[in-house]
């Protein structure tokens, strides 16, 4: 739940840079930038397989490119479900599409490095805690039983 959590914030945080940045992609208010994010995540997760199965044959023909036509529809059809995030043509969807792609990216490199590094905080105190341990272990190992000292 964490996870998907994190990556509908770096959906949405990449959408309001797209939106800032790209004069053909407009956000109205904040709900439809969160819900935009929302609708990002779902079309990506669910519609946009489909289509890259569907499609398979032309982006093989077309040695990739036609993926860009497949993300943009995807975008494009993201921005139907919300009202308050339009774009104005698909050109401006496959920049969008581009721009949150590499952002999202960023941001997720960003995030994971800091899951990394509050790993190896966490398995630092870990390792200590158990050296502490261990140490009043055997301080009580080290007494002598029958005088109490």
Do not use: C
């Not at 739940?1 to 790209?22: F, Q, S």
């Amino acid at each position: 739940m964490r996870g998907i959590l994190i990556h509908w914030v770096t959906v949405t945080a990449a959408l309001g840079v797209a939106a800032y940045y790209l004069d053909g992609l407009h956000v109205d208010n904040v709900q439809a930038l969160l819900l935009g994010g929302v609708a990002l995540g779902l079309v990506n997760a669910i519609v946009r397989p489909v289509l890259k199965f569907l499609t398979f044959p032309l982006t093989m023909a077309s040695l990739g490119l036609f993926l860009l036509v497949v993300n943009g529809f995807a975008f494009v059809l993201a921005t139907w479900f919300v009202e308050g995030l339009s774009v104005e043509n698909f050109w401006w969807a496959i920049g969008a599409w581009l721009v949150v792609s590499v952002v999202s990216w960023v941001l997720s490199l960003i995030t994971r490095m800091g899951e990394g590094v509050a790993k190896q905080v966490r398995r630092r105190s870990d390792s200590s805690t158990r050296r502490r341990r261990a140490a009043v272990v055997d301080e009580l190992d080290d007494e002598d039983p029958g005088t109490g000292a």
